[in-house]
């Protein structure tokens, strides 16, 4: 099925064409150990099977970079064809090796050339700033023409969590400045005529994200510029309240005919992506139905659903993603579903989960995890799991679960506490942006985060 925006230019990622009136592609990331060719094969074997179309590992160094060679070349053995996309962060030197072999290459802006976040805030004359974009300028245009010569496509991936201090420092922590750090790269692509550019705008705050998206979109408009997006919402978490705060935030664009390829982002393994990724392409039209008619029917201040499915799965995608941008953009900011799949108990929850996810009204604990990749340096799902069993009851205490530093401290901006490992084994404690136990054994880090949470309240209590 194709719902894709009018004017959208086509990117060749390999043998798959995104955007114009193509399908919407759907796709996932390796856990695996770049490194580990078998694992990533076999991993990579699964998304595909599951649906995947294109297929994204970490590439966090150049010995990651090349053997993707190897891994590429051991899928084609099988006739396997799938793209294969490489994840760069911190090194633009990875990037230029990895477009040698893989089909696409994602960077990231905020750390491409800007060096890592510090929060610092930096002052730039209007000169000072025009020679960091000469600086970007310099770096890109060499990797653009490895890109021509190996016809590798180019993701220009913003994340919220991953902005730079220069952009920070000049626009804020604002859509505009993540719009603004997408603009920078995406101007040079296009005076070098380069057209196989794909681009994403993340956050793990749906506002953020479907805000920054729509206003991404305008200033493309405003340049002439159509070129595909990949919608996503990073540290989505795991199970229901993943899957739900997915449904609200690429649903939103979704129903708005924006959107060329989608990657749903859960702390499970990678294959479980897939369906729930292919459930929203397919609800699309019934969604965007349901939206129009919730919009018209809006009274004090309150949606009402009536809704059925085939599932409980399917009924919470469809709910989420059909009212997800009326309560985005706080046309209501209460939600009444009934459901013959449901008691009123599970209606209420299930109500209470999309308008958390809308950032509207928090009943329980938040928790922003990502899904992991070859990056990660601990086991994930096992920890959030431990994290979640002891915070459960914390209603609207806030809590980021990161495998790694890409997105630490900035997606956790919001979050009151932070979990992110630092090295092998080693695990740093945040308390909002502000890093308070360094390097922990692993084995000890759930319960020191446990103890820092519960000192804090302490403290509070006694202070009140």
Not at 94 to 119: H, L, M, S
Not at 178 to 193: A, K, P, T, W
Not at 421 to 434: F, H, T
């Amino acid at each position: 099925m194709s719902y894709q925006r009018r004017y959208t230019t086509v990117a060749h990622v390999g043998p798959v064409a995104i955007g114009g009136d193509n399908p919407i592609r759907i796709q996932s990331m390796t856990t695996t150990n770049t490194n580990d060719t078998e694992a990533c094969v076999a991993q990579a074997k699964r998304i595909i099977a599951a649906g995947g179309e294109l297929v994204r590992l970490t590439t966090q160094g150049t010995r990651e970079a090349e053997n993707m060679r190897n891994i590429s070349q051991a899928l084609k053995e099988q006739g396997i064809m799938t793209p294969l996309v490489a994840d760069v962060h911190f090194n633009a030197r990875v990037a230029d090796v990895a477009a040698q072999y893989c089909e696409k290459v994602r960077i990231n802006p905020g750390n491409y050339v800007d060096p890592a976040r510090t929060f610092r805030h930096l002052e730039y004359t209007d000169e000072e700033y025009q020679s960091e974009l000469q600086k970007i300028d310099a770096r890109l245009v060499p990797f653009i023409n490895i890109c021509k010569q190996h016809h590798t496509a180019v993701r220009i991936g913003v994340n919220h969590g991953s902005l730079s201090d220069r952009i920070m420092s000049r626009y804020g922590d604002t859509p505009a400045g993540i719009v603004e750090s997408c603009m920078e790269f995406l101007r040079i692509f296009r005076r070098e005529d380069f057209t196989d550019v794909v681009i994403s705008i993340k956050a793990s705050n749906t506002v953020v994200m479907v805000q920054s998206v729509r206003l991404l979109v305008e200033a493309m408009d405003r340049e002439d510029m159509h070129y595909p997006l990949h919608l996503g919402v990073t540290e989505a978490g795991e199970g229901e309240d993943g899957r739900i705060k997915s449904a609200v935030g690429i649903g939103a664009l979704l129903t708005e005919g924006i959107g060329d390829t989608i990657r749903v982002s859960l702390s499970e393994e990678p294959e479980c992506e897939i369906p729930v990724a292919r459930q929203l392409v397919d609800l699309i039209p019934e969604c965007a139905r349901l939206r129009s008619e919730a919009e018209a029917a809006i009274s004090d201040d309150t949606i009402r659903l009536q809704l059925d499915a085939a599932n409980v799965e399917q009924l919470q995608l469809k709910a989420a993603m059909a009212v997800g941008a009326l309560l985005i953009d706080r046309k209501a900011t209460k939600l009444v579903i009934t459901s013959p799949l449901l008691t009123e108990e599970q209606a209420v929850m299930l109500a209470d989960a999309i308008l958390q996810a809308a950032r509207i009204k928090f009943t329980k604990t938040e928790y922003i995890s990502c899904p992991g990749c070859g990056r990660t340096l601990y086991n994930l799902q096992d920890t959030i799991r431990r994290i979640k069993a002891a915070t459960a009851h914390l209603v609207g205490l806030k809590i980021g679960i990161m495998g790694c530093i890409v997105n630490g401290p900035g997606e956790m901006a919001d979050a009151d506490y932070g979990y992110v490992g630092a090295g092998p084994g080693r695990i740093s404690l945040y308390r909002q942006k502000e890093c308070v136990e360094k390097n922990i054994p692993e084995a000890e880090a759930v319960e020191k985060l446990l103890q820092l949470i519960e000192e804090d309240r302490t403290n509070n209590s006694k202070e009140a």
